[in-house]
């Protein structure tokens, strides 16, 4: 036993060994391209936020040009004129309107070169275009430097985070925020500081972040390029948003490396040390057994599922990463909890998936041949189930023609549908067809008139078949004729007889089984033979008062045990013939049920047995027999005080569901109990199969045939040792 354990726990550590080698593996390839560089400033993300940087001092520094200055450099051209000229309709398509608006801007005739156009500007037209144009780019500008104004917080946040130096190859233009006032001075100041990061930077003339419409990209000839060098300062605040993010940077690749390198360790660990031990796993298992009763595809689909949830669980432990780098690595606590529940679950899920992956080599390999398999499987079996449907289809075809009159029938009637609704259709048409319509009615509707009255005839035969199934055999349908449909009725008719004769048959049962429980002697006998042996010693008189008195008691309790089974016998054979009158009356059960324990008070009190009772809706009332409900839950109590286990509880509730009543006796039983709750409930029946203790066996019996009588459900149910009666009332 101690070697089994100690091979699971082998097994269970290889599993955790191996997930957490492969989402080493998953963490490598997902994270590790992000964690290879020396430090932060190494990596693209640095890389992006120096451009960024770079493109906002562009903006705002080096390139800076004064929104009138701006203005200054816009032109309108020759052909931006005629555009517009013609985005108005052109001279030719607009003349009337133009006429009206523009006439003193209309030469007569466009000059040659332009008629394919339609419009040229004369001076005046072309001066006034002009004006427009220009208002037109004027206002994008200025909505242009209106939005460029949102970044400017963007430039102020990084402007202290970089020192910088850049001059101009065209220009003598010199920009920094050191003190140097000269890029050799920079470049010596920048040489005496302690710097964690330098570069060379180049800055093109059409730089920008941003670009919002056309007119931007007229400003941008006016632009002039820059060279120089940007630094991080070794003494930059550790609160600044570039050492913030070199410190997470940081952290982030000790942690992935860490992982990483013991996530190989374990996985050579794993394959080194543990994989004989865990090739034996499963082996011989109960699971095992059952599992390869599943069919192959199924069994695949499962290692297929449990594969993909290790998978997802793998890539949730490689997004708490991502998860603590983005919290600025607060949450450290909770990053552990979900990394071990991840690795918990997704080893799980991998020693699921490794196991059902042997058995299913295994399965195929070892155990039944690849057709057998193929075979049990669900995609074979759900074939062949398409087969048999198909067949099944051919089946109800000819079978529609085994009785080919019934068969042309049918038929006669489809198309008599079919070519009436078509014929309809053409009459609307072609109303000269009306002759042939009436023709075609001459004859279809005798013929449809008689189909009609076989169908009548077949649906009085169904309502037949439908009275016989619900018992009703009081009449017998008529036979007409000699067709399919007479032979259908003759045979039904044949079949109630058949009923009639069951009935019968079935009644006299149930009055041989009456018979058999009134003459039964086995539980009679045994008091009886006790009665007259005991009789027969008090005759002698060499016995002594003491021996005497005991037989007396003997006598006296075998007498009373005899009496108890006449007197059950009488009303069980009463309840079988029906023969018992119900008195029903508003009863509060609650009461009933307290009525029937304060009888077994002395007896309760004097077992091992813990009675709970339980009511949460106050009275419940049902319309019922007191008398003989009283008598259902005195045989119950009786019961549970004889079979229950010592030391025990015993349970009862009542609680009112809608308009029924429910009543619920729960007990632990001293004696092992069949699977069949029915042979319980057949009469002369007992709880111990050796019959050592007092009773009738007519208990149950006359309890539920007491709730039948009252229209309810008497409902046993067993769970291992649990014995449980469910009895509903409406």
Known sequence: MATKWKNKYIVGLWAILLTFGLSGIVITFSLG?????RNYFHTPAFQGKLDEFVSYLNMFVLNDLPLEEAKQQLKVTEDEIVNYWMNQGGITVQSDSLAGNYQFYIS???PDGHEEVGVYPNAEM????????????????????????VLRSHYVKFHDQFQYYFTSSVSDKFHTNMSSVNAKAAEMEMNAQSLQYRTRYYVP??????TFNAVHGELKGKYIPFQGEIAVSSDLAPGSNLMVEYNRYRQGQILVWSYVFAAMAALIICGLKLNKKVLLMGSGNKWGMHYNKLPVDLRIILMFLSSIGAVSLLFFMKGTFVSLYHSYFAGVWTFVVDMLTGLLLASLLVLITSIQGKYVVEALTKGQSLRQEWERSLLYRTGQRIKLWSREVKMGLTNAFLKKSVGMQFVSLVLMVFTWGVLTVIIVFYPVMIFLYALWLAVAIPVAWFLIKQIGYFNQIVIKTEELTRGDISQELSVKGKSVLAGMAANMNLLTQAAKSWQNEQVKSERLKTELITNVSHDLRTPLTSIITYTELLKKEDITREERQAYVNIIDQKSQRLKVLINDLFEISKMASGNVEVVKEKVDLIQLLQQALAEY??????????????NDSGPVYASVDGQKLWRVFDNLIGNVLKYSLEHSRVYISVQELGNQAIISFKNVTKYELSGDMDELLERFKRGDSSRHTEGSGLGLAIARSIVELHGGKFDINVEGDLFKVDIILS
């Not at 391209?33 to 560089?37: H, R, S, T």
């Not at 003339?205 to 941003?210: A, E, G, H, K």
């Not at 008070?601 to 339980?614: G, K, M, N, Q, T």
């Open 108 to 110: 007569d005739a466009p």
């Open 33 to 37: 391209g992000n964690y290879v560089q």
């Open 126 to 149: 072309e001066a006034f275009a002009r004006t427009e144009l220009l208002r037109e780019k004027q206002r994008q500008l200025e909505e242009y430097y209106q939005q460029r104004e």
């Open 205 to 210: 003339n059409d730089v920008y972040l941003m």
């Open 601 to 614: 008070s002395d007896s309760i009190a004097e077992s091992s047995l813990h009675f709970r009772f339980s």
